[in-house]
T-cell receptor
Framework: AQRVTQPEKLLSVFKGAPVELKCNYS??????LFWYVQYSRQRLQLLLR??SRESIKGFTADLNKGETSFHLKKPFAQEEDSAMYYC???????????FGDGTTLTVKP | ETGVTQSPTHLIKTRGQQVTLRCSSQ?????VSWYQQALGQGPQFIFQ?????ENGRGNFPPRFSGLQFPNYSSELNVNALELDDSALYLC???WGGGSLGEQYFGPGTRLTVT
């Protein structure tokens, strides 16, 4: 069965520092990986997906199939990045989705 | 263009009862996914409906069932409620089944089972 692990429940960095939110997954095939974000008092929303290979709000994520990881990175964190971040996986041939339990990022001034 | 809406906002039920939650998808979307989110955990995938057919299902028992209507709105039905069913239920709509796609989430329905 597929699984998504976000090892850090809480992550705190200072403004301007680099930030990396870790995501590890277990699945032997080729899944689709996503990062979702939930800002305070807002709905869950898609941040980025690995197949798009794009940078959103300065965040990037690279799929490393060898390490089965999809870590989210930003070189210079901003206070407005403070939010809950979820990593998610979709397995097409099983029609199933799995979310991690999330990491709460706090960016201090 | 309207966003994803869910009703009701909050609901309190007794163990053993049945409940129906509703979701209106975003205009132009034909896929709805349902999630259960317990406190302190990530959303757990219940199932996905694409063009009125169940397109994928998570590890939930058959007492969790759903429907999608021709206008692509959707219902989640839960029979024989248990205390552990207390959670936030989220729906999300997207275009094109078979993936999470670019999902737009609703605000959720908070279900409490006593």
């Amino acid at each position: 069965a597929q699984r998504v692990t976000q090892p850090e429940k809480l992550l705190s960095v200072f403004k301007g520092a680099p930030v990396e939110l870790k995501c590890n997954y277990s699945y032997s095939g080729s899944p689709e990986l996503f990062w979702y974000v939930q800002y305070s008092r807002q709905r869950l929303q898609l941040l980025l997906r690995h197949i798009s290979r794009e940078s959103i709000k300065g965040f990037t994520a690279d799929l490393n199939k060898g390490e089965t990881s999809f870590h989210l990175k930003k070189p210079f964190a901003q206070e407005e990045d403070s939010a809950m971040y979820y990593c998610a996986l979709w397995v097409t041939n099983a029609g199933k989705s799995t979310f991690g339990d999330g990491t709460t990022l706090t960016v201090k001034p | 263009e309207t966003g994803v809406t869910q009703s009701p906002t909050h609901l309190i039920k007794t163990r053993g009862q049945q409940v129906t939650l509703r979701c209106s998808s975003q205009s132009g979307h034909n896929t709805v996914s349902w999630y259960q989110q317990a406190l302190g955990q990530g959303p757990q995938f219940i199932f996905q409906y694409y063009r009125e057919e169940e397109n994928g299902r998570g590890n939930f028992p058959p007492r969790f069932s759903g429907l999608q209507f021709p206008n692509y709105s959707s219902e989640l039905n839960v029979n024989a409620l248990e205390l552990d069913d207390s959670a936030l239920y989220l729906c999300a709509s997207s275009w094109g089944g078979g993936s999470l796609g670019e999902q737009y989430f609703g605000p959720g329905t908070r279900l409490t089972v006593t």
